[in-house]
């Protein structure tokens, strides 16, 4: 069997899960695709993907209310074990990249990252990922009975659920360490806007916005315009203008929306790794050689105080 | 007690990359210590310096070049250094069997690793080790003391992030914000030259890649790279916004 852990959060399946689900049915193996759900209270979830897989194992249990690599790690690889799984697939999420390696280790099987495509040939499997800060893309092989892959998110069309009747559910016991790291509080990223991750305009602010309130001014006002997200770069959240949460580029988050407008951005390798897939890219600068003029497919050259309240106007007409 | 740092030695930010035979080639380009990895180098000393009795070991795995990036964490403070010397690529799965090795052979109750390579761009050489050595760990650590045998500190997990604490040994993998990285000073760089670097063989470790290298490409995507110039203000963002409703078609 295909086996894919579910990532679920706020009683939902995430969208990472249906672009594993599509990059399971697009390999074509005869192979079952199974879903496992681990969490605590989770039927909602279960009952959800049993629309678009052919089996469901879930384990609900209230000692896995909370994530911890450990207990992801042995409960993934015992049902891989028993199932038999010939590929196992994980989300990309930073949860899911943290506990994929220990999976691969207890299966002694290979470990492909971040994945952008997947196709099999035989028990051989030929992947696509990025290195090199996203610069390059590099095809790798794994063989074995058994593969792991954690799917990289938003690349992979989500999958819609099938026509037949809802998978059929089973319950797993499964034999869990007890978790040995504790967790002492936690600050949840919070925001009335669209998601970096799912939003399909971002709208980003670097140095060159001016100030904090600068930001908020030209950055956030033509977002809330577009109904846009809001990204930033690592320089302006070092300097406290604005949440680590919404840090785009290589230590922030990843994305790829069809719109990403960059103000005040020069542009660095790490910043650009975390949004150069983007469909199309705006910037606008005052400085012509900004290196993120290179990647872009429209831009201004010009300063940010006078041309943002002028598209905001034109916008508005 | 011992402290490994994991190092590597990558391509230098401002470098361009290049591909030729398949891969990516670096002979002519300049190579540096992973930011993420001088991160993971600079806690070691200052939780020395915050009165942790350690010894400090760094810890790399690669080219004859890859001893630079040693010599520059001797530079920069830790005690000495071990080389596995060796052409072959590893990938993570693999490269953490050689590491859990040298762990027990000196006896580490701790290992600080970069939370993303900046090379493979992989995420997974912390968790690998601490699995095959039994321990826990915490990812993408943006704040970290230890006091005794307990650490605590702050990481980012999916949705925000969490304080944590937990009980020696265990890996730590870095991340932007944990700490300054300090520059090596000429003294420093003068007493490291004295510093033990050893060299091992990879054979002893009975270690194979998990995964084949097939290629590298660079893809760069097609920009209309349409640029305005900015001084006629209102023409500017109406032909902009024009374009972006018009010809992108990415705006209503
Ligand atoms: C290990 C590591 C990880 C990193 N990770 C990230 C990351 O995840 N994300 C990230 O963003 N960075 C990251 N960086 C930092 C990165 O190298 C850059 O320093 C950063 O992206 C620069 O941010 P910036 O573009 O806001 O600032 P700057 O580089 O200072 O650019 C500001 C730009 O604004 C323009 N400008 C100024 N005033 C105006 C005006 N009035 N009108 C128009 N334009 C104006 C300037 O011409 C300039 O191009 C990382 C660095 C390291 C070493
Ligand atoms: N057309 C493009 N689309 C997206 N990113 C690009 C494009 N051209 C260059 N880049 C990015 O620009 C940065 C610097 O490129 P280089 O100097 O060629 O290594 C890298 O992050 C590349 O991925």
Redesign the interface.
């Known amino acids: 069997m295909i086996l894919i852990v579910v990532e679920h ?1 706020n009683g939902k399946v995430s969208k990472s899960t249906w672009e594993m689900v599509t990059a399971a049915r697009e390999l074509g193996r005869e192979a079952p695709i199974t879903a496992l759900v681990l969490g605590s209270a989770i039927a909602s979830i279960a009952a959800e993907i049993a629309t678009a897989v052919d089996q469901v194992l879930v384990a609900d249990l209230p000692a896995l209310a909370q ?1 911890d ?2 207990l992801w ?1 042995a409960a993934v690889a015992q049902i891989a074990t028993e199932g038999e799984a010939s590929l196992l697939l994980i989300g990309g ?3 899911g ?6 999976v ?3 299966l002694d ?6 994945v952008i495509s997947l196709k099999a040939n035989g028990d051989t499997l ?1 992947a696509q ?15 074995g009975p058994i593969v792991v892959a954690t799917i990289k998110p938003g690349i992979f069309n989500p999958a819609t659920p099938r026509a037949e009747s809802p998978a059929e559910q089973f319950d797993v016991d499964l034999n869990l360490p007890a978790p ?10 919070r925001s009335s806007r669209v998601s970096l991750a799912e939003a399909e ?1 971002v709208v980003s602010g670097g140095r060159g916005v001016g100030s904090a309130e600068g930001f908020t001014q030209y950055v956030e006002a033509l977002a809330d315009q ?1 109904g846009a997200a809001v990204g930033a770069t ?1 320089a302006i959240v ?1 300097a406290g203008w604005r949440p ?2 919404e840090q785009v580029g ?2 922030g988050k990843t994305v790829q929306p ?2 990403y407008i960059a103000i005040g951005i020069s542009g ?3 910043h650009l790794s975390g949004m ?2 983007s ?6 600068n ?1 400085d ?1 050689e900004a290196p993120i ?1 290179k ?9 940010v105080p ?2 943002v309240p ?2 905001l ?3 508005k007409k | 007690m011992r402290i490994l740092t994991f190092i590597r030695q990558v391509l230098d930010a401002e470098e361009s990359v290049h591909v030729s035979n398949n891969a990516v080639a670096l002979e002519n380009s300049k190579l540096v210590m992973d930011t993420m990895d001088e991160y993971g180098v600079e806690e070691a000393l200052r939780l020395r310096e915050s009165g942790v009795e350690a010894e400090i070991i760094a810890v790399a795995v690669g080219s004859a070049r890859v001893q630079e990036a040693l010599r520059t964490a001797l530079a920069m403070g830790v005690d000495r250094a071990i080389h596995v010397e060796t052409d072959v690529r590893l990938d993570a799965i693999a490269l953490s069997k050689v590491l859990a090795q040298i762990a027990q052979q000196e006896e580490a109750t701790l290992i600080l690793s970069g939370g993303q390579q900046a090379d493979w761009d992989s995420h997974a050489l912390g968790a690998a080790t601490a699995e095959r050595l039994h321990w826990p760990q915490v990812t993408w650590t943006s704040a970290l003391e230890l006091k005794g045998t307990t650490l605590t500190g702050k990481h980012d997990v999916d949705d925000g992030s969490e304080s944590f604490t937990l009980e020696l040994p265990a890996v730590i993998t870095t991340q932007q914000g944990l700490n300054e990285p300090r520059y090596p000073t000429l003294p420093n760089i003068m007493k490291s030259k004295k510093k033990e670097l050893r060299k091992e063989s990879l054979e002893q470790f009975n270690v194979t890649p998990k995964l084949k290298f097939v290629s590298a490409e660079i893809q760069v995507k097609d920009r209309v790279n349409k640029i305005l110039d900015g001084k006629d203000v209102p023409a500017a963002a109406s032909q902009l916004v024009n374009l972006l409703r018009n010809e992108a078609r990415v705006i209503a």
């Open positions: 959060a994530y690599p450990e790690s999420s930073r949860s990249r943290e506990y994929s390696p220990r691969a280790i207890k099987a290979p470990l492909l990252e971040d030929t990922h990025y290195t090199y800060l996203a610069r390059v893309t590099e095809t790798i092989e794994a063989t040995r790291v504790q967790v002492t509080g936690k600050t949840a990223e305009i577009l690592r070092d680590y949460s290589q230590t069809k719109l660095a390798v790490q150069n897939k469909k199309i890219i705006v910037a606008i005052r012509a003029f990647i872009a497919d429209y831009g201004i050259v010009g300063d006078q041309l002028a598209i106007a034109e916008l």
